[in-house]
């Protein structure tokens, strides 16, 4: 059974710091591409940053510079380091494991900025 269960998530000043983290189970956690999407009620869930098992990453132009993804193969785990945070940064943000037709999605972690 895959699971992908997300942590760190919570309630911030704008300017804070937030680190997410996503554990991975039940996957060959190596070859797959991981993610961090993030969604607002009533809107798409869009990309904020992958990280493909080869250690490139890419990132929407909304947090270039701010946010840094990472992953941890021997730890079957991911993480969203989210610096000077700001209002429009506040979501629901989901990991996700991708590889091949395997497309997998954590339940979410709420991240609220306030202003």
């Known amino acids: 059974q895959v699971q992908l269960v997300e942590s760190g998530g919570g309630l911030v000043q704008a300017g804070e710091s937030l680190r997410l983290s996503c554990v991975a189970s039940g996957i060959n956690f190596n070859i797959y591409t991981m993610g961090w999407y993030r969604q607002t009620p009533g809107k798409q869930r869009d990309m904020v940053a992958v990280i493909t098992s080869g250690d490139s990453t890419n990132y929407a132009d909304s947090v270039k510079g701010r946010f840094t993804i990472s992953r941890d193969n021997a730890k079957n785990t991911m993480y969203l380091q989210m610096n000077s945070l700001k209002p429009e940064d506040t979501a629901v943000y989901y990991c996700?494991?991708?590889?091949?037709?395997?497309?997998?999605w954590g339940q979410g972690t709420q991240v609220t900025v306030s202003s």
């Open positions: 996700n494991a991708f590889w091949d037709w395997r497309n997998y």
